[in-house]
Each structure stands twice: as C-alpha cells, then as structure tokens.
C-alpha cells in the first residue's frame, strides 16, 4: 500500500513538475521578443508580463500604464508584454497621428475576438473589424449627427430636470450626497429613453432593471471581466468554451427590451424621435443620413473611402495629409484628416445596408454598446467634474456666472444653441475629461504588417498597439503641473501651444468615439442645469484626494463620490 501510495505520489509530482514546466514555457516563450527586434522594451515577469500590478488589481489601468510609460521615457515607442502577449505602445503624438489616422489601414481593428454567429450581441461597432465595421459605422454614424442631436436634446433635458428634481430635496436639507451613484442613475434614465425608448426610472428606483443591468455589466468579477481575462492570455478559448461578451442574462434582458419595444411601436403605430427609431428605419432599408446636412454627409464620404481590406495602398490613393486634431464640439476632424482614395468611387453602404440582415439582434447588439459606452462615461465625468468644482469654488462660481449669462441672452431656457453658447463650460467639461478620461488607454490591433516610420522596426500583423491616454494627457511635457485642475488650458490660444495628438479621451481618426456629440451634451446639459439651481462642496464624507477602482475598466472611485449640496445663495 505504502510502496503504492509513494509511486502514485511520484507520478503525481511529475506530471505536475511537467504541467508548471509546460505552463511556465508558455507564458515565457516570447520573453525576448522585443529584444530580438531591437525595440526597448521593459522586463516582463512570468505569467504576468509587465501588467502584474493591474492585473493584481493593486494599481489602476491608468495608473499602471502611467508608470510603464514613464519607465518609457526618451523613446517613441516601446515594447511591453500582456501576460505573455508582446505589445507596443506608442508614446510620441506625431506615431499616434500615424496609427490613429495617416496609417489607418494597418490599424482599422481592435483585436477583441468576436462570435457574431453564437453572440449575436458582439456583432458591434466596438468590436466588428475590418469592412463590417466599416459599413456599420457609416450606417450609424448619421444616427450620431448634429442635426440628430437637435431632435434628441429634448430628451436629455428632461431627463436633468428629472435629476434637479430628484436633487432639490437633498439640497434644501444640505445633506452630502453620493453623486457617483445619481448620476450613474441619471445616464441611465438618459441612454434608456435615447436608445431603447424606454423610461427606465432609475433616479426613482435605483433597483430598476436597466440599472441592474447597467451594474451587471460593469461590475467587478462579473462575465464582462471573465471574458476580458480570457481575452488577454488565451483568445482561443473564448469560442471554446463559448464565453459570451455578455451574460446569457444582460443578452437577454437586452435583445427582449428591444423587441418587445418594436412590438408595441410597430402595433400602435408609435414614432419616437430616438436612436431606436433610427435603428427601424435601417431595418426599413431607409438610408438614415438622407436630409442631413451637408457637413455631415462629408465625414461619410471621407470614411466610405477608407480601404480596411488586406493590400490596400494606402499611400497610392492618399491625399496630402495635414496635422488635425478632433473639434470636441462637432467631433469633425478640423481639416482633411482621413487619406481619400481619389480613383474610389464606390459606396458600399447603400449596397451593405441592402444586404445585410438589420434584425433585432442586430438592433440589440446597437442599442446595448449605446447603452454600455454611455452611461458609465457620462455619470463619472459629472461625477469628477462636481468633485474638482467643489475643490475649485473659483471655477465653479466663473462658470455659474456664465451659465446664467447666457441662460439670460436665451430668455432663461436651456436650449441646445444655449449649450453650444457655454465657453467656459466646454472648458471645464475638457478640462475634466483631460485628468479623467473614461478610458485610460486606446486600443489597436495591427492589421498588416507595418514598418515604423523613420526606423527599421516592423510591427507584425496580430500585434496589439496601446495608446496611453490618461499617462499622454498627465505628462508635464505636454501640461505644466498637470495633477491641478485649470479650464483655462483649453482657450484656443493655449490649445494652439500644445503638439497634437496630446488630447485624445474620445480617441481619434475614423474609430473615433461615435457618441461624442451625445456623451458631451448629456454630460454639459447635467452640468449646466446643476450648477445653475446648488451649489457643490466638500464634505467629511469626500475622499480627498480621490481613491480610484483598480478593479473597474471605466476610470472610478471607489466607495462612490460624495459632495454635499446647498441650493444655491447668489
Ligand atoms: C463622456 C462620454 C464618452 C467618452 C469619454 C467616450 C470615450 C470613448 C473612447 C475613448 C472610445 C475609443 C475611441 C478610439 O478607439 O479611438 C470610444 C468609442 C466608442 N464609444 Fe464612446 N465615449 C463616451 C460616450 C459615448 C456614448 C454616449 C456612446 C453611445 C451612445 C458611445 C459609444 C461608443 C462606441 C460605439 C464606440 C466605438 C466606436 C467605433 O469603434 O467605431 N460613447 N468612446
């Protein structure tokens, strides 16, 4: 018995010597891949790569990718390894310029696997590739337009009045508030009625679906991060063992939202001016850009020439490129950024949107990334913009001297032309998404193989590009101090000063954030109606200074964002 047990040992123990062993070769098997290519690079450790302290959840991604790219400093770009995955990252603005923009063609995607087939929800525009994404986001992005953004202001504003409303009572009693989870209740109020055309209620009741829905998804250790742990070490076994982008449950919850609301409009014979009706009208085969204007139709021109197929030229069919920077009022590029194919003259959007199945998956796939991308950012941008105007009364009172300036100059109602007339509250909103933007870093997969320009390093097809953003927009080179809050770095004169391509929390070239326009006017119009009826303070429950979510993918805090409310005095 003993002899046998000790031989069971021993093989055990083998075998298990020859698992780690195995393991320990495959997370360390590229260990000298940047080396080899002659790339600077930083020491990776087994299993982790150079993302130990994120992965560990002791640091914040923006914070993690701060300090890598510190480590950086002197070099353009440099190598680093995501567990045992080797990726670049490009920390000089002009190679951003390259990848976001002028080389485009050989970084349309960002690489996050997708089974359109089994997950009919992955089939979005923040994951699709390639010419699927393509026709997508010229199919969707007059949904996005100014001219749509007119017709669905009246839904934002009463969705901020809804949130005064709810407020004024925690103001006249002076109590702190915990402004994080609010507003996260407000956005969510706010991209239910513009996406899915439902009042979901959720200032009211903070148990209501969406809201539920809303925190399954961003929850920590929830399927969302399953999914991306998969993702980063192992993309194969995502198919493999059939992990969906979402739970069965958010699907689910999703596409019977969807349909249940086509159901009742198409039986009551219902148009609601929203994105959902927008997302009707496709699945009509009605070309959604038709009677817009004409500045809008140009961005659709300019993308429906972008080439995302393998073997483009892109410098063949490429016009004079010149410096462009996002206009974070329109989200236009400014000058002509994206290369034009000059001999291209096909338009495959009328033909894809002739062909392609637009049905309520589909419609559901929209409408939840609508959901998932607007929601979160808008709450914790107001939520971190209260905090600074609270630390900052200076500014907080300048801009409620503007607000009612120009509330006066419009017989006192908050109209969309009254927003766009807010300066110094574009300022501020800038300013905030400067030291906070949503997403730390931007993301992008080298879709053919790329030759650094200016050196002789080549990026091999499949290799993940990271754009640090948060560690881009704190860096002292590009923001003298750059942990103080101070509006006044976005005048046009000291925007001018700076290098582009230093300012990027909606990203930038044709992948740009679709929702911009939306994102900034639910966050503008919550912060307009705000400041104009309380006014914002510290309190004993604020964390000063802030303590961030290390577990969260959208930048957060933890333990929520507390601020005491008065009405206001003068
Ligand atoms: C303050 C608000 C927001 C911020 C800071 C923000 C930020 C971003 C960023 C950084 C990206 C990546 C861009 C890139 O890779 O170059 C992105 C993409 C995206 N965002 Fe937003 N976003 C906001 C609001 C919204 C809203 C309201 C929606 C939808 C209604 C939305 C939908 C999307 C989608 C669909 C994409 C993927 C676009 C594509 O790949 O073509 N976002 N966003």
Redesign the pocket.
């Known amino acids: 018995m003993g002899v046998l047990f000790e031989s069971f040992l021993l093989e055990f123990l083998v075998v298990l010597g020859a698992i780690f062993a195995w393991l320990y070769y495959y997370f360390t098997s590229h260990f000298n891949y940047w080396r080899d290519k002659g790339v600077p690079y930083l020491k990776p450790v087994p299993f982790f790569g150079n993302l130990m302290e994120i992965g560990l959840h002791r640091k914040t991604q923006a914070e993690g990718f701060r300090e890598l790219y510190h480590k950086l400093d002197g070099h353009m770009f440099g190598g680093i390894f995501q567990t045992r995955i080797p990726m670049i990252m490009f920390r000089d603005p002009d190679l951003i310029k390259h990848v ?1 923009i002028k080389d485009f063609s050989h970084f349309h995607d ?1 690489g996050m696997p997708h089974d359109v087939e089994n997950d009919p929800i992955s089939a ?3 994951i ?1 590739e390639g010419k699927p ?1 393509k026709n997508l ?1 010229l199919t ?1 992005n007059p949904a ?1 337009n100014s001219s749509k953004m007119r017709i669905l202001f009246h839904l934002v504003k009463e969705c901020a009045e809804d949130l005064c409303r709810y407020l004024d009572t925690f103001a006249q009693d002076g109590e702190s508030v915990d402004l994080r989870d609010v507003l996260a209740r407000y956005a969510t109020d706010n ?1 239910s009625s ?2 899915f055309g439902v009042k979901s209620n959720s200032l009211k009741n903070p148990h209501s679906k969406f809201r539920e829905m809303g925190e399954k998804i961003i929850a920590p250790g929830s399927w969302t991060n399953m999914h991306r742990l998969f993702r980063y070490t192992c993309p194969s076994l995502l198919k493999y063992f059939n992990i969906k982008s979402f739970s069965d449950e958010v699907t689910g919850f999703f596409v019977n939202v969807v349909k249940e609301t086509l159901e009742y409009r198409e039986k009551n014979n219902i148009e609601r001016k929203d ?1 959902l009706n927008l997302l009707i009208q496709l699945k009509k085969k009605i070309d959604i850009n038709e009677n817009d204007d004409e500045e809008d139709k140009n961005v659709d021109d300019d993308l429906e020439k972008i080439d995302t197929e393998e073997n483009f030229s892109f410098e063949e069919h490429s016009k004079t490129m010149k410096n462009g920077v996002a206009d974070t009022k329109t989200g236009h590029m400014r000058e002509n950024d994206y290369a034009l194919g000059q001999n291209d003259h096909v338009t495959p959007k009328r033909k894809w949107l002739d062909s392609v199945v637009f049905d309520e998956n589909m419609i559901a796939a929209q409408v939840c ?6 929601f979160e ?2 709450a914790t ?1 107001m939520s971190f913009c209260l905090y600074e105007l609270s630390l900052n009364q200076d500014v907080q009172r300048r801009l409620r001297e503007e607000i009612d300036h120009v509330l006066k100059e419009h017989k006192g109602h908050f109209t969309y032309n009254a927003l766009e007339h807010m300066e110094y509250l574009d300022h501020v909103v800038a300013e905030t ?1 400067r030291m906070y ?3 730390p870093n ?3 997969v080298c879709t053919k193989p790329y030759t650094i320009p200016g050196t002789n390093v080549h990026i091999e097809k499949g290799t993940p590009v990271i754009i640090p ?1 948060y560690a881009i927009h704190r860096d002292p080179l590009y923001y003298s101090d750059p942990d103080r809050f101070d509006p006044e770095r976005f005048t046009d004169y000291n925007k001018e000063k700076r290098p582009p391509y230093t300012y ?13 326009r ?3 006017m ?2 503008k119009m919550g912060l307009a109606i705000l400041i104009s009826r309380f006014q914002f303070d510290i309190c004993e429950k604020s964390a000063v200074p802030l303590v961030m979510d290390p577990k969260k993918f959208v930048m957060n805090t933890t333990g929520g964002l507390w601020l005491k409310m008065t009405p206001r005095t003068q």
Request: glycine share 12%; aromatic share 14%.
């Open positions: 976001l960002r979005n525009l923040v699709l994404w986001r969707l996005f991209i513009c996406a994105f990334v609508f959901f998932l991308g607007g950012t808008a941008s998404l933007p949503s997403l931007l993301i992008r953003i990027l929390p909606f990203g930038e070239g044709p992948r740009i954030c679709i929702g911009l939306f994102g900034l639910q966050v």
